[in-house]
């Protein structure tokens, strides 16, 4: 297990509200194939929020049917409770997954302070059967973690690295300077996967490998042979369509997105709504200007 490359949060997708499986079983067989490094499964992309324990298992034991050889498995395992984060690790691992992806907890957010935060990590690292990855989103929780608390958790023998989603690049730089060797920082968010890469970010999780898979691994790729001049011009092909598609119009978006290019995108799941005709059209724009439809 390396922790290494782009990983692609994978849709859930849905058949009037309910999951289609054989479409998600698709989407993974089609995506094995493009040079990701493997799946977030049930994570924010996947709607994790709107789904059931039951589901999950359902999810988890349909991906790795079709997965490619040497991908791994990150499922979304972050609950409010130390103890049902655990439980929901464990119950991940029994399904194959190879790390779980835990966000803060953020309820009671004015009781998350740095030793609470830094207490909840360490227990269900002690606990959990499988490594887990800190997620750190402030887009969804309003807690931002500390870099001084990333860099005490580092150190830990089951924490095997962080997902941040801050889209703060001194915030990524920093974390990524404190934090232990063999401690993963992962980029979350795609306007900093160039400057994130440079900065010694091993990887990342990008919603757009939904729908231009290739594209993102390109960049990583470039960076990797140190052709800077190639990974820039293939990362600011996917600016515009991060900030839009991802950015603005969420989980809709990218759906619809991956119906344009081929992959199996469905409706989300209610509350959420699909995206109007003119967002739908102003995505296949974008898509036409990134030369990746015609």
């Given at each position: 297990?390396?922790?290494?490359?782009?990983?692609?949060?994978?849709?859930?997708?849905?058949?009037?509200?309910?999951?289609?499986?054989?479409?998600?079983?698709?989407?993974?067989?089609s995506l094995s194939a493009t040079g990701l490094a493997g799946?977030?499964?049930?994570?924010?992309?996947?709607?994790?929020?709107?789904?059931?324990?039951?589901?999950?298992v359902e999810l988890l034991t349909a991906i790795r049917e079709d997965l490619g050889e040497g991908l791994e498995i990150i499922a979304g395992t972050g609950q409010e409770?130390?103890?049902?984060?655990?439980?929901?690790?464990?119950?991940?691992?029994?399904?194959?997954?190879?790390?779980?992806?835990?966000?803060?907890?953020?309820?009671?957010?004015?009781?998350?302070?740095?030793?609470?935060?830094?207490?909840?990590?360490?227990r269900v690292a002690d606990k959990s059967p499988i490594p887990?990855?800190?997620?750190?989103?402030?887009?969804?929780?309003?807690?931002?973690?500390?870099?001084?608390?990333?860099?005490?958790?580092?150190?830990h023998e089951n924490i095997a690295g962080i997902k941040d989603s801050t889209g703060d690049l001194a915030?990524?730089?920093e974390v990524t300077s404190c934090a232990g060797e063999d401690f993963a920082v992962m980029i979350g968010n795609a306007s900093l996967l160039f400057g994130g890469l440079l900065s010694g970010a091993r990887a990342a999780i990008l919603a757009l490998a939904n729908f231009v898979p290739k594209e993102c691994v390109a960049v990583g790729a470039a960076i990797s042979r140190q052709d800077y001049g190639e990974a820039l011009k293939s990362f600011h092909r996917l600016l515009p369509l991060g900030k839009k598609i991802v950015g603005n119009l969420g989980v809709p978006g990218i759906k619809a997105a991956m119906e344009m290019v081929g992959?199996?995108?469905?409706?989300?799941?209610?509350p959420l709504l699909p995206i109007s005709a003119a967002d739908r059209q102003e995505i296949h724009e974008l898509l036409r200007i990134a030369d990746i439809i015609r």
């Open positions: 297990m390396s922790l290494r490359g782009i990983y692609c949060p994978i849709t859930t997708p849905f058949r009037q509200q309910a999951i289609a499986l054989a479409e998600l079983k698709t989407n993974v067989a799946f977030v499964i049930f994570g924010s992309t996947g709607e994790a929020i709107l789904l059931e324990s039951r589901e999950k409770s130390t103890g049902a984060t655990v439980e929901l690790c464990k119950l991940a691992a029994e399904h194959g997954a190879q790390y779980g992806l835990v966000i803060t907890p953020h309820y009671y957010g004015a009781q998350m302070h740095p030793a609470a935060l830094a207490g909840h990590f360490k887990i990855i800190i997620y750190s989103v402030p887009k969804f929780t309003a807690i931002d973690l500390p870099s001084a608390v990333v860099q005490e958790l580092s150190s915030k990524l730089v992959y199996w995108g469905g409706d989300p799941r209610e």
